[in-house]
């Protein structure tokens, strides 16, 4: 089960708004035992669905014209390799331990933080940190918040579907 919480005081990104942000977190209850954040971060972000793959490809199309970042759409990775300083696709790995794994990527519009964070021993957090830095940063957000919210379930939800989590 998949549900939208408040952003955890635990993790390593909160404290880290600056200005105008954007932040949320969703609240999944695993059905495996006994994984860590490595495993949980790399059981969903290591497989995204083909549709999330296509619509970021769509989304570099589009945003490069206004001067954002074009960035690799697959964030698989190893779980091996899922260590501070390993890149996953357009993320950088900053912290990684069985309790939280925490994920950055800096531009020129906004700096953007990913978390995966074990809340008890079958329930986790994936949080999201988006600090926007320019008025472009401010427009892109406003208009990706939603399409985000679903991209973030629908990925979370396809982990559980396929018995990865």
């Given at each position: 089960m998949i549900t939208e919480i408040d952003f955890p005081t635990e993790t390593a990104l909160y404290g880290r708004e600056l200005g105008a942000f954007y932040r949320d977190s969703f609240r999944v209850r695993v059905r495996k035992e006994a994984l860590g954040a490595r495993q949980v971060y790399h059981s969903i972000f290591a497989h995204l669905p083909i549709s999330v793959q296509l619509a970021l490809k769509a989304r570099n199309s589009v945003v490069k014209l206004v001067g954002f970042s074009a960035s690799n759409t697959s964030m698989s990775i190893g779980l091996e390799e899922i260590q501070a300083g390993q890149n996953a696709g357009f993320l950088t790995i900053e912290a990684a331990s069985d309790v939280e794994v925490v994920c950055t990527a800096y531009e020129k519009n906004m700096?953007?933080?990913?978390?995966?964070?074990?809340?008890s021993d079958q329930e986790f957090a994936i949080s999201t940190l988006v600090n926007m830095?320019?008025?472009?940063?401010?427009?892109?957000?406003?208009?990706i918040k939603p399409f985000h919210k679903l991209v973030a379930?629908?990925?979370?939800?396809?982990?559980?579907?396929?018995?990865?989590?």
């Open positions: 700096d953007m933080w990913l978390s995966v964070l074990k809340l830095k320019t008025g472009a940063g401010k427009v892109y957000m406003a208009f379930q629908h990925s979370i939800n396809q982990a559980l579907k396929a018995g990865r989590i």
